[in-house]
């Protein structure tokens, strides 16, 4: 059992707008084989919460109604359900970037021997997670033997082109830090991953991402166990950058929650913040914006809500799912 998280606090963190729509961000569930400690929305192979297929038909329509560039799905580990598959061959036959938030350990389990194969003919863009090059780091936060399987998934990756030259297979990864620090500089952090990972395991990929993590859901949980909850916030709140507020992904981000309903991140997803849409109430209606409703409206220029967790993206070079803001 979690501790309790406190209550959302009134923030002074600037207010925010949308901007075009770019990226559909759509969690398709919370099942998954491993169960991290810095995982912000409890996934795990207990839980049993996944999307049904007349919100997952609605997808594809909702990219083509509002021109939607990129699908991001995550989990969870997007790949264990079941319409996965035929989600990104309809995305990919729209023309629309799919990208999947790989936990790589994913590849081994039964049924999906033959994933990887299946992303690359479809040349979805991988980020995986990797929390360290080494195996006591990452063992430590993912669980004995993650690391391992990490790095055959990474080789068998290369062996069919990804983070190779001229195979337009992007094979992105992404860095967690394992306590209450912000992550260190990703240039120079994406130099060492690439040197240990070329000279140890014969590993190449394209770019790393260090996204810091936020204070909600399993890792909140672990900080508050621990006495550390509102240091961190404060280090998050001290380390608050300027132009990191202009790029943050929200302004151009839709989260997508397993049964539809929509929030400005995938964060404030975690927290029940709703999306704010134009031609509809929740306050009078009581109906949380969902994905049927981006059919008919446009989100542009809506307020975006914020909180005190918003300066885990702002802090420091920033973080986005895309790694530093300030590149």
Request: proline share 5%; net charge neutral; aromatic share 8%.
């Amino acid at each position: 059992m979690h501790p309790t998280l406190p209550l959302l606090q009134p923030t002074k963190f600037p207010s925010l707008n949308r901007e075009q729509l770019i990226t559909l961000q759509v969690n398709l569930g919370y099942r998954c084989n491993q169960s991290c400690l810095h995982c912000h929305v409890n996934a795990g192979p207990t839980r049993s919460e996944m999307m049904d297929n007349e919100t997952l038909m609605l997808i594809p329509e909702v990219l083509v109604a509002r021109n939607i560039t990129t699908l991001d799905l995550t989990g969870g580990a997007p790949e264990l359900h079941e319409g996965f598959r035929s989600l990104v061959k309809e995305a990919s036959a729209l023309g629309i970037k799919v990208i999947d938030r790989c936990n790589l350990t994913i590849l081994y389990e039964p049924g999906q021997g033959d994933l990887a194969t299946f992303l690359a003919r479809q040349k979805v863009e991988i980020s995986a997670s990797l929390p360290f090059y080494s195996m006591a780091d990452v063992d430590k936060q993912r669980g004995d033997g993650v690391f391992d399987k990490s790095i055959l998934a990474l080789q068998e990756l290369n062996s069919l082109g990804y983070g190779c030259k001229n195979t337009g297979l992007v094979l992105n990864l992404a860095y967690n830090p394992q306590g209450p620090s912000l992550p260190p500089d990703q240039t120079k952090l994406q130099s060492i991953y690439k040197k240990e990972l070329y000279e140890n395991f014969g590993i190449i990929f394209n770019e790393l991402f260090t996204i810091t993590n936020m204070p909600i859901q399993r890792f909140g949980s672990t900080l508050i166990s621990k006495g550390q909850f509102n240091d961190y916030i404060q280090l998050l709140k001290d380390n608050f950058t300027d132009i990191n507020y202009s790029n943050v992904m929200c302004r151009n981000l839709i989260s997508v929650d397993w049964k539809g309903y929509l929030s400005d991140c995938d964060f404030n997803q975690q927290l029940g913040l709703e999306l704010g849409m134009r031609g509809l109430s929740t306050e009078k209606s009581k109906r949380k914006p969902h994905l049927r409703d981006l059919l008919n409206e446009d989100p542009l220029g809506r307020s975006i809500q914020v909180a005190d967790h918003c300066y885990g993206c702002t802090a420091g070079q920033g973080s986005s799912c895309s790694g530093t803001l300030q590149k």
